[in-house]
């Protein structure tokens, strides 16, 4: 299942579980981070003694976690739910990651730490954008897709290029997306817009209350470096932000609404152009808004 942030999805999937004898995966970019609970609706231990999850903390936050080691981590659990006769049910709203898995990802070699460090060495010395100029001249298809500051993915695309001698960008266009690895059911879940702000607004302000300042205020603690990807996450960037003084506590719960929201309007805009999804409106309100959905997913799998 698949859709915006706080439509209602993992109530969903833990009903759907209980009914198909199923067991969930996570397509989650955040909750694969250890410590990264209070802001993620990470299932509790309550949950996952219901239903078991898996995809969810396998990466400390400092550590830098790519598409591929998701999809690899996804493609085991995947394998292992089914090899004990049981239903995978992939549950998440990061669009490329439940591509990747669904589609494969592209040939590309491993991580090579040494060229790694080298390449984050030089951008520390002479700025992200020297590094950007240098990707305009080896691979001028991923320059023209990455930002100059997303310093992460213009890294990775150099060390492709310099590992193997062939730009990433054609690694791309010589193995297009293509059909499903799986057979699937797809489902996506939407709301009436207001109804859904009104539900992001208040799972944010429980995430402040359940102690997601003091979560990130251990977690800088702990040694984990600011700049870490984990930390660019919704919640916890704006944390961070007013845990180093930029903003008031008020200013960051304001900014984590209005932010959230506008990921959730992203999420939607990239599910709807997805293949095979079948769409259903939740009404919140109602006791019985997952009634329609179970019996479809009960009958699809018949």
């Not at 410590?35 to 309550?46: I, M, Q, V, W």
Request: proline content about 4%; overall charge positive.
């Amino acid at each position: 299942s698949s859709s915006s942030t706080a439509v209602g999805k993992s109530e969903f999937a833990l009903l759907a579980c209980e009914r198909l004898g199923g067991e969930i995966v996570s397509v989650d970019s955040m909750q694969i981070y250890r410590g990264l609970d209070r802001g993620t609706a990470k299932p509790s231990r309550e949950t996952r003694a219901r239903v078991a999850h898996h995809a969810i903390d396998l990466a400390d936050p400092g550590q830098d976690f790519s598409m591929g080691d998701f999809v690899r981590a996804a493609e085991a659990a995947v394998l292992d739910i089914r090899g004990r006769g049981r239903l995978p049910v992939l549950v998440g709203g990061t669009g490329l990651y439940l591509r990747g898995l669904l589609k494969g990802i592209i040939d590309a070699p491993r991580r090579h730490e040494g060229v790694r460090e080298r390449l984050r060495e030089t951008a520390k010395r002479l700025g992200a954008d020297h590094l950007h100029r240098i990707l305009v001249r080896v691979d001028p298809g991923a320059a023209r897709r990455l930002p100059p500051n997303d310093l992460q993915r213009v890294v990775r695309a150099l060390e492709v290029f310099f590992t193997s001698r062939r730009p990433l960008s054609e690694r791309i266009e010589a193995s297009p997306f293509g059909a499903d690895r799986y057979r699937a059911v797809k489902i996506g879940l939407s709301m009436e817009r207001d109804s859904l702000c009104r539900l992001i607004d208040a799972r944010v302000d429980a995430f402040f209350a359940a102690g997601l300042v003091e979560e990130v205020r251990a977690l800088f603690a702990a040694g984990h470096p600011p700049a870490a990807n984990a930390f660019k996450a919704i919640g916890y960037r704006e944390v961070a932000a007013y845990l180093r003084g930029e903003t008031t506590v008020d200013e960051a719960k304001s900014l984590t609404r209005m932010n959230t929201r506008r990921y959730a309007k992203r999420q939607m805009t990239w599910f709807r152009r997805e293949d095979g999804i079948r769409w259903f409106e939740i009404d919140p309100s109602r006791a019985d808004r997952f009634a329609a959905l179970l019996s479809h997913v009960e009958h699809a799998w018949d």
